[in-house]
């Protein structure tokens, strides 16, 4: 499976995940000159940016363990940019991972792990 549908299928279960959480959907694969967002929601009165990464096997790893600090420092000027963007939304703000394991043959979900605040 190529790299851009496994991480469409990833963002999609996440996507479905916090919705059923009872998060409002915002944006979705936010651009800058820093980098991009995979997912944008508000929980109550926090936005909230969420990494996505999903992987088929442990060989490298954990999902979660790909986002490094270089990966954090870029999320961070990316969401400062929204938020100078979109300033009507609300002023918390949170940056998420959502770590995902796939069964290769079915591609059907084996674990969803969220992250919260990773910046802390």
Same mark, same amino acid.
């Given at each position: 499976?190529?790299? =851009?549908? &496994? #991480?469409?299928? *990833? +963002?999609? &279960?996440? &996507?479905?995940? &916090?919705?059923?959480? *009872?998060?409002?959907?915002? +944006?979705?694969?936010?651009?800058?000159?820093? #980098?991009?967002?995979?997912?944008?929601?508000?929980?109550?009165?926090?936005?909230?940016?969420? +990494?996505?990464?999903?992987?088929?096997?442990?060989?490298? *790893?954990?999902? +979660?363990?790909?986002?490094?600090?270089?990966?954090?420092?870029?999320?961070? =000027?990316?969401?400062?940019?929204?938020?100078? =963007?979109?300033?009507?939304?609300?002023?918390?703000?949170?940056?998420?991972?959502?770590?995902?394991?796939?069964?290769? =043959?079915?591609?059907?979900?084996? @674990?969803?792990? @969220?992250?919260?605040?990773?910046?802390?």
């Amino acid at each position: 499976m190529k790299r =851009k549908r &496994l #991480g469409n299928l *990833g +963002e999609n &279960l996440a &996507l479905k995940y &916090l919705k059923n959480k *009872g998060y409002k959907f915002i +944006e979705r694969n936010f651009r800058s000159k820093f #980098g991009e967002i995979d997912l944008i929601f508000q929980d109550k009165e926090t936005l909230v940016f969420v +990494e996505v990464k999903t992987r088929f096997s442990q060989s490298y *790893g954990d999902p +979660e363990e790909a986002v490094t600090p270089a990966k954090i420092r870029f999320l961070i =000027k990316t969401v400062q940019y929204f938020k100078l =963007k979109n300033p009507k939304l609300p002023d918390s703000l949170r940056i998420d991972v959502i770590a995902i394991d796939l069964d290769r =043959k079915k591609e059907k979900l084996l @674990h969803l792990r @969220h992250i919260k605040n990773i910046t802390l």
